[in-house]
């Protein structure tokens, strides 16, 4: 599996802060997976309880549930930590590119949304020519 880190245009050109925790929790907990990630990109920081993970562009369509499930885990590892009653947000953002066609994924909302939401996710559907 592949995940490249891009730079993201609402932010400046910029990568979040996230993606060098996040790169290297993934070396850590799964080193089969590869992680490219821009050199010499400046790095945003918002200063809250938002984890925004970077930008990311997928090697194949199959990937971005996998990846979606690595999300998971590692912020659920990072989730750990916190105090009774905090709350999170997540903000995710990935797109797959196959030709002309471009399938984006975003989304907005809390660990245990985005955990939910996994539940009902379908890729296939997700997939489909518009």
Do not use: C
Not at 3 to 14: H, M, Q
Not at 59 to 68: G, S
Not at 87 to 99: E, K, L, M, N, P
Request: aromatic fraction near 12%.
């Amino acid at each position: 599996m592949k995940i490249e880190f891009l730079t993201d245009r609402g932010y400046e050109g910029s990568v979040s802060v996230e993606a060098g925790p996040f790169k290297k929790w993934l070396k850590i907990n799964h080193p089969e997976v590869e992680v490219v990630s821009p050199q010499n990109a400046t790095i945003f920081d918002l200063h809250d309880y938002s984890y925004i993970m970077p930008l990311v562009n997928l090697a194949n369509d199959m990937t971005l549930q996998n990846y979606l499930s690595l999300v998971i885990q590692y912020l659920e590892t990072y989730r750990s930590s916190r105090l009774e009653g905090d709350t999170d947000q997540v903000q995710i953002s990935a797109f797959y590119q196959d030709g002309s066609i471009t399938k984006e994924f975003n989304f907005k909302g809390s660990t245990d949304a985005l955990k939910s939401s996994m539940k009902k996710f379908d890729l296939n559907k997700f997939m489909e020519a518009p």
